[in-house]
């Protein structure tokens, strides 16, 4: 590989997970998109047909005016605010994702959020509903990740879990840099740099040792201003570029950790799980 292309070169396609391990997620087809579509489509279908049962035996006898809000209302919450929370409490899954094995994730590979999720339903109703799919395929098809225009705002794409995902193992902390590390000050690594450290750190045996230690100066010099204090003086690059992704990878550990423990205290057992 020649060192002229810089790390860049090792940050094609693949995703970054916020501890720098390197994951190739499979992203869902355009068909298998579309059928989970169709079944969240009929689920619509059927709530807004029975929400219309409900909004005439109850708003029966009220003014024109009352019948068209309570509908659009009816309207707005089906097609728009159920997709957003059940997304949003599933972590990406609809009925139709469950039932092709499929999810919503980010861009960066983590799990959805509300704002993501609403941000896909809003763009949705446009795509989906008023543009009758076609605003979605078209994007899907020309979208490397088949993503439709609500992934584009989102900043999301829909990934297949019925496929093994393939992990890079994770570097381990050197034992020299431990005490420094958890007392450093970590800032965020841009997802194309923490996938060049991680593919060069598997990758280094088999480098010329010019170009070894050519891309690990190169990458280097690209952690240290996100790292304070600097590492101690005359360790090694690679040391200290497998310091800083191991460390990243514990602190995210622990952090969606406790993530999970709030929301397990916070919110009902998932239905779909």
């Not at 209302?73 to 059940?86: I, N, S």
């Not at 960066?108 to 704002?115: L, N, S, V």
């Not at 605003?135 to 225009?149: E, P, Q």
């Not at 750190?201 to 070894?212: D, E, K, M, V």
């Amino acid at each position: 590989m020649s060192t002229g292309a810089g790390y860049r070169s090792y940050a094609a396609e693949d995703v970054v997970t916020g501890e720098g391990v390197a994951v190739e997620l499979p992203v869902a087809s355009v068909g298998a998109r579309a059928a989970s579509g169709v079944i969240d489509l009929l689920v619509a279908a059927a709530g807004l047909f029975f929400g219309g049962i409900v909004v005439s035996a109850v708003f029966g006898g009220s003014s024109d005016a009352v019948d068209i809000t309570v509908s659009l209302l009816m309207v707005v919450g089906v097609t728009v605010g159920l997709p957003a929370a059940v997304e949003t409490l599933t972590r990406g899954r609809t009925l139709g994702k469950l039932a092709l094995g499929l999810r919503v994730v980010r861009d960066d590979g983590g799990p959805i959020t509300a704002r993501h999720a609403l941000t896909r339903a809003l763009v949705g109703w446009v795509e989906i509903y008023l543009l009758f799919g076609s605003g979605a395929l078209v994007a899907a098809i020309l979208s490397t990740r088949a993503k439709r225009l609500g992934d584009m705002a989102a900043g999301t794409y829909v990934v297949t879990q019925r496929v093994s995902l393939r992990l890079l193992p994770p570097p381990q902390m050197p034992p020299p840099l431990g005490a420094w590390a958890v007392q450093a000050d970590l800032g965020s690594l841009p997802p194309g740099l923490a996938i060049a450290i991680r593919q060069f750190l598997g990758r280094a045996a088999a480098l010329t040792p010019a170009a070894r230690h050519e891309l690990g100066q190169e990458l280097l010099r690209s952690v240290l201003p996100l790292v304070s204090p600097p590492p101690p003086p005359g360790i090694h690059a690679e040391y200290v570029l497998a310091a800083v992704i191991a460390e990243r990878r514990r602190r995210d550990a622990e952090r969606l950790a406790r993530q999970d423990a709030r929301r397990d205290q916070l919110l009902p057992p998932d239905p779909l799980r």
